[in-house]
């Protein structure tokens, strides 16, 4: 089953009236030759008008306005999506010790997704990985970049609550431990300061029960809202690797935006006016679109209601961390 | 010309291109009947002028607000009495050279929000471009309203002493201020001296806000009959406050703070006591940063949240459209000549300075090098902050420099010293004439057709002896610019 039925519901409550709330929803699954997005569609409550537009990364955005006081704030995206046979990594390709010389012309082509990032700095310390990956690697690119991410999820504890959604690499070095969301801001530093273009990737990884012979447990966190990375092997192309789940990229990654980190894509942005503290959830329930022989079969994940601290400010922001 | 009496006893032309005496002495002759006029004059009759400007000054609040003295104060700009002459024939080479680096500016923002062919074409690196603090990803693939970026550019000229050929120093084409001054100080100017307006064709400058108002109100999505126009001011602690009221009196549209607009849907209304009015055109003098919070930095103050939304559905227009900081980037200035070879097939009119690009290992250890001859400028910055004068800093101060440098070279890039040209000015300390260095902005409007550019522009000065840093927020003042009709 790679037809999934996705509904993600972001809430926000309020305890006090806010108002003005002005919000960009990064939710829309991507249609491309890898995934197909046959539907979308996105209501806010309290009612608005949404617009949407493509940014220059090629994500869909959604943009919400609304005025009148509130104290609940609820989104929900609902979108039917068709996941195709994701690349693997090929065998053989391009020799570690040649792509020094191709480095230059990686800067130039692929400036966003190599140049070190507000929450991917350049540090010593991803130097040291890159330089055991490399060393345990079979030499070549797609090997080290495989060694990088098996290096990242045994030598990194996923934990969550380590970090917060404003947290850098440098963070997660200093803790040796993380979320997803961490785990691919590591695996980004280090290949790009190896040269290599790499993008974050915000998405759902479908849970065990929903997804084509999957463990349950390997569902990590159980919380569906889940990011990786997608790396650019010369000679190839993009090539995903989730160093969280130390697994291929499967039938059941759901990649929604593509950005230098999380900073470029978080699933719901906004300002809004009002002295109000604010708590979050985000639930999001999969369930496999019809199958081929006709019968539908329902699984749900259900996430645990983060709390976030309040920002009594004129102008708070929202944010979700990625899981 | 005889020197011996009057105002300009004692004057010497010294080392620098004198604007008002040639090397010999002698007026040059679109200064020669000004000069006639003035060397008649005693000192004191002078200094009875230039009260009455000084006053007219501080009656009618032009100021502008220093920043770095921690004090924020608010001055009085220094106004200095004897114009800034150039003849018909230097000023149309100027005009033309302007015209064909607004419209290869123009092309460049077009093209690298769209679809980057100078990138493609390796005529620029293109990780120059991205590397850009002020460019920005959030206009990539936005079609503007008829392909307008710099609305309104303040480029920064100087006359090389050694050469006495006029340079680019600079291009402002994200909120260039200064164009109230030329246009007060040409008002202060005919009162001060009236009879020599006589005496002289100066060329006017007061269609400059009309010329304005007419490109803001072509941009109207509704169309030009139906146009609400506001002018979006950061607020009274700005330090171009002033001209921000002004031109907004001087055009009769509305003067509104982020506050005073509200984003609905995707329609941006103005609040009024009759209720919300809708707002067709922004003349915006708040930085993209604080322009819109949801887009841009989240924590402004100063802007209005869902701007960008309205502007990317079309029914709004603003300029100077954002992102235009990419095309004055101080780097990117090192590559504008090839803008204007690339884009127009043309060989550019006006002359570049010689510009060292930190961030290529060549031309970083030239600087570091030469650090006490050059001049060291941030690439983002403007106003004449974040800079180093090689030969007047201290040492340590070379030094703090040097170590920024080299922690952060995409962002610096230095150039050789320009030995700027003078104009007399009167140091009232001593009570006589002076050489002061000079250089010139003048004001280009750009409405997708035609370029126009009210003749002159603002003289800024360096009113201290010898120095060669002329912004008003560094203690400079400014000087009237006449365009002669013809020669003399």
Redesign the interface.
Known sequence: MNRYHLLHATEFLYDGPVY?S???VRLRPIHDDRQSCLSFRLTTLPNS?V?S?????GNWIH?S?I?PHHRRLRFEAESVVLVHEAPAPEPGGMQLRDLDAKRADL???H??WV?PSAYVPYLPELAEISKSAEDSCDGTVAGFVQATSDTIHRNFVYMKGATHVHSSVRDSLTLRAGVCQDFAHLLLGVVRMRGLPARYVSGYLVSGSAGPGAKQEEVIGGQASHAWAEVFLPGQGWVGFDPTLGNPIELRHIRVAYGRDYGDVPPV???YKGRAGQSLSVDVRFRPALDDSGHEQFAETSAEPEESEGHPQ??P?QHSQQQ | MCLDRGLFSGYTAGPFYDEMFSSQGAARSHYARLLEKLGGMAPSQFEERRKLADLSFLLQGITFTVYSDGRGTERLFPFDLIPRILPQSEWAHIEAGLTQRVVALNLFLQDVYGKQQILKDRKIPSSLVYSCRHFRREMMGLEVPHGIYTHVCGIDLVRDSSTGEFYVLEDNVRTPSGISYVLENRLVMTRAFPEAFHEHEVLPVAHYPSELSRILRMLSPRGESESQIVLLTPGIHNSAYFEHSFLAQQMGIELVEGSDLIVDGVVVYMKTIYGLKRVDVIYRRVDDDFLDPLCFRSDSMLGVPGLMGAYRAGNVALANTPGNGVADDKAIYAFVPTLIKYYLGEDPVLRSVETYLCDRSDHLSHVLTNLPKLVVKSVGESGGYGMLMGPSAARAEIEAFRERIMSEPRNYIAQPIVPLSVVPSYDSAAQCMAGRHVDLRPYCLYDGQKVTIVPGGLTRVALQPGSLVVNSSQGGGSKDTWVLRGEC
């Open positions: 003005e002005y919000n960009e008008r617009s537009y493509k940014d220059g990364y943009v306005n005025l800067y130039e082509e400036f966003d140049a942005r906004g300002v004129e102008r922001q």
